[in-house]
């Protein structure tokens, strides 16, 4: 069945640097891929999403890129705040949304 | 909007009790997901409705867990007989469309004793 690996599990950056977390997907079927940023005790929040016709999308500080032929997805926040530390997960939509397993993103003041 | 409304937001029963999450869905919203979340198996999807009818429930546990979706303003997950390893937050989400961006309620946290 489908299933999506995420990488790495945790994430320690310092405050203005960027963080990069990696998401790999098995179903060659799937054609949306939704982040979402869960800060402690909250429910998930969708951060950003991308579709399988477009290979990067940006929205401020934040990117995501897909790569179709490989079949991952990536998300890249630039210049980290304080507010940024959370939890982020990965989806992939084919017969049905899997999430990957999270990263803990932390950041250094 | 008031977003996704899941009641109640704690929960706390004995096992073997029959326990009942509710949700509200954003209004217009034809699709409905229900998700159990641990620290042992992350965010999984349980069952997902469009327009009240169950789409897919593969992952939906064991016959102790059924969800229904009466109308297009509630739905319910019912767990009975509880047993502890049903403890997690569960969270109910909505979204316009198939792959849409869900909405997610702010969860029910259920302990079961």
């Known amino acids: 069945g489908e299933n999506v690996e995420q990488h790495p599990s945790t994430l320690s950056v310092q405050e203005g640097d960027s963080a990069v977390i990696k998401c790999t997907y098995s179903d060659s079927a799937s054609n949306y891929f939704p982040w979402y940023k869960q800060e402690l005790g909250k429910r998930p929040q969708l951060i950003i999403d991308?579709?399988?016709?477009?290979g990067e999308k940006k929205d401020q500080r934040i990117a995501v890129t897909l790569n179709k032929t490989a079949k991952h997805f990536s998300l890249h926040i630039t210049e980290t705040q304080p507010e940024d530390s959370a939890v982020y997960f990965c989806a992939a939509w084919a017969s049905k949304i899997i999430f990957g397993s999270g990263t803990r993103l932390s950041i250094r003041p | 909007d008031a977003g996704v409304i899941q009641s109640p937001r704690h929960e706390v029963t004995e096992m073997g009790q029959e326990v009942t999450l509710r949700c509200k869905p954003i209004s217009g919203h034809d699709y409905l997901f229900w998700y159990r979340q641990t620290m042992m198996r992350g965010l999984e999807l349980l069952i997902y409705?469009?327009?009240?009818?169950?789409?897919?429930d593969s992952g939906m546990p064991e016959d102790r867990f059924s969800a229904k979706m009466p109308n297009a303003s509630f739905s319910t997950l019912k767990i009975q007989p509880s047993e502890p390893r049903d403890s997690a937050v569960y969270f109910c989400?909505?979204?316009?469309?198939?792959?849409?961006?869900?909405?997610f309620g702010d969860g029910t946290r259920l302990s079961i004793l």
């Open positions: 989400a909505s979204s316009p469309g198939l792959n849409q961006p869900q909405h």
């Open positions: 991308i579709r399988s016709n477009v």
């Open positions: 409705f469009n327009n009240n009818v169950p789409i897919d």
